[in-house]
């Protein structure tokens, strides 16, 4: 609500508003989508207001209730961007949601990638994604809000204690604070931007991936960038959110004279290795 009335107080008149109920929450999540189709018609904005059912989508994608959320938002903005022309989409993420994210992601075992936080401005298919509020704390949004009375619905779960996000929040961040002081949020965030701007470097290395891999020229690389050319290559060939796992099974496929031959990825698919090439299989293959 601070990032909207921010941007429309800068002169941003053609904004839309969207909005997504993601089903959990009940009757308080009506009140916010109340809240904000009140607060667009009074600036004269465009609203999409939808619902989404969560905890089914979770459920049959086996996915936690935090991915099938985000999994649903970028659907949903996707949607409204291509139904109204649009080619950005800006997000209130600010700095202390950086951190969170930054540390989230070394306790997941992220690499640069993840340890480098969400970006400024990152793409999404033919969509480009702002974040402003990203140098911005919690306390400088708080403070916004006071000084120009920006109505807003704090999310009860928030305080719920049972997503890691949460806890990360609720008493990770807040012991970190009493053993070291507030400063380690500043350090985490130079560190990330570091860690971006290297992490852009390294992927500017990584060669341009066909339909098959050689695995001549994957031995010869560098560790890190051979580990680099397979992720590339998983995600252009449409493979479900590679990771690390999926990564490490397919260099599994080098691994000498013992070496398997084929390996499981999502979606039913397999990578097999024969006459010294690495390629994709599909369901039933």
């Known amino acids: 609500?601070?990032?909207?009335?921010?941007?429309?107080?800068?002169?941003?008149?053609?904004?839309?508003?969207?909005?997504l109920d993601h089903g959990l929450r009940g009757a308080s999540s009506k009140l916010d989508a109340r809240l904000v189709k009140r607060t667009a018609d009074r600036m004269g904005l465009s609203i999409e207001l939808a619902r989404a059912w969560t905890s089914d989508?979770?459920?049959?994608?086996?996915?936690?209730?935090?991915?099938?959320?985000?999994?649903?938002?970028?659907?949903?903005?996707?949607?409204?961007a291509a139904r109204h022309r649009c080619g950005s989409i800006l997000l209130a993420h600010h700095a202390d949601d950086q951190v969170e994210t930054c540390l989230f992601n070394f306790l997941r075992g992220s690499g640069a990638a993840g340890l480098g936080g969400m970006k400024p401005l990152s793409i999404q298919g033919r969509l480009k994604?702002?974040?402003?509020?990203?140098?911005?704390?919690?306390?400088?949004?708080?403070?916004?809000?006071?000084?120009?009375?920006?109505?807003?619905?704090?999310?009860?779960?928030?305080?719920?204690?049972?997503?890691?996000r949460n806890k990360i929040r609720l008493h990770v961040l807040p012991a970190l604070e009493s053993a070291v002081g507030p400063s380690f949020r500043q350090a985490i965030l130079r560190a990330a931007a570091i860690l971006r701007e290297e992490e852009d470097w390294m992927a500017s290395l990584v060669p341009d991936v066909g339909g098959a891999l050689s695995c001549s020229e994957l031995r010869a690389m560098h560790p890190a960038l051979r580990a680099r050319t397979v992720l590339r290559w998983l995600r252009e060939a449409g493979v479900l959110e590679p990771g690390l796992?999926?990564?490490?099974?397919?260099?599994?496929?080098?691994?000498?004279?013992?070496?398997?031959?084929?390996?499981?990825?999502?979606?039913?698919?397999?990578?097999?290795?024969?006459?010294?090439?690495?390629?994709?299989?599909?369901?039933?293959?």
Request: aromatic content about 6%; hydrophobic content about 45%.
């Open 1 to 19: 609500m601070v990032l909207l009335h921010a941007l429309h107080a800068l002169g941003f008149q053609k904004m839309v508003v969207c909005h």
């Open 57 to 80: 989508y979770a459920e049959a994608e086996k996915k936690s209730l935090e991915l099938a959320a985000r999994d649903l938002r970028r659907s949903f903005f996707a949607e409204c």
């Open 129 to 164: 994604i702002h974040r402003p509020l990203l140098g911005v704390t919690r306390a400088e949004i708080a403070a916004y809000q006071k000084a120009h009375r920006v109505a807003f619905r704090e999310d009860a779960s928030n305080a719920d204690a049972i997503h890691t």
């Open 245 to 285: 796992v999926e990564t490490r099974r397919v260099l599994s496929l080098l691994e000498g004279p013992n070496a398997p031959a084929k390996v499981n990825l999502p979606g039913g698919l397999h990578a097999r290795r024969r006459a010294g090439t690495i390629f994709l299989e599909g369901p039933g293959n």
